[in-house]
């Protein structure tokens, strides 16, 4: 099975803050993928990317950057961090020719 | 655009008893459909996938069936146990899709004693 880690697994920061969530999977995937999860909401797609240096918008992008510095690590920045943004976030990863997406053990992200 | 439609948010079950979870999807394209199962503090984890029409497929005690006719991949189980309470999602890739999943909204299910 695919390992993917995210770090921090938690992190609490306040209103305008900096914040950047880490994900690695070492599978040599070829996707991989931003989500965040709330109540009522279900798994909504924030970024993706299909290779080092590219990058994907997704569903809910909004307030989001990310970026693919390697085949292993994707990041996702929230440079200016709103209480609206506090979630659990996941990570994801699948590779070429297959559907199915590995998940890391996600991040909750508090923003006050 | 591609849709997933779970028309559950909670059921609830004694142990013991059979569950179906409802899963029906909007696509003009084939179909890749999938039931992921999320445990509580955890990631969530593929559970049954399927492509092919009126093929039961199998895993872990649970099933499903894609048919294509009625758009559907209902998530099934005879006798639910403890252990089985979660949050359950299905979700649906296809080439309209592009390189993303589509999920539903999700059907926590409880099992009691």
């Known amino acids: 099975e695919a390992a993917v880690t995210q770090s921090p697994r938690n992190k609490v920061t306040v209103t305008g803050g900096n914040v950047t969530l880490s994900c690695r999977q070492t599978n040599s995937h070829n996707y991989m993928y931003w989500y965040r999860q709330d109540t009522g909401h279900g798994l909504r797609l924030i970024h993706y990317?299909?290779?080092?240096?590219?990058?994907q918008i997704g569903d809910v992008p909004d307030g989001y950057k990310a970026t693919r510095t390697t085949q292993e690590d994707f990041f996702l920045l929230l440079e200016l961090a709103s209480p609206s943004q506090t979630s659990l976030y996941f990570c994801?990863?699948?590779?070429?020719?297959?559907?199915?997406?590995?998940f890391g053990p996600g991040t909750r992200l508090t923003v006050l | 655009g591609d849709s997933v439609t779970q028309t559950e948010g909670l059921v609830t079950l004694t142990k013991g008893l059979p569950v179906m979870l409802n899963c029906t999807y909007q696509?003009?394209?084939?179909?890749?459909l999938f039931w992921y199962v999320q445990h509580l503090n955890e990631a969530p984890k593929l559970l049954l996938k399927?492509?092919?029409?009126?093929k039961r497929t199998e895993h872990q005690g649970f099933y499903a069936t894609l048919h294509k006719s009625s758009s559907s991949f209902h998530l099934q189980k005879s006798s639910v146990q403890l252990s089985d309470s979660a949050l359950y999602f299905c979700a649906l890739s296809a080439t309209s899709s592009g390189q993303k999943l589509v999920f539903g909204q999700g059907t926590i299910l409880k099992v009691y004693l």
């Open positions: 994801a990863s699948r590779d070429w020719g297959t559907y199915e997406q590995y």
């Open positions: 399927s492509s092919t029409d009126n």
């Open positions: 696509t003009t394209y084939s179909p890749f």
């Open positions: 990317s299909y290779g080092a240096g590219n990058l």
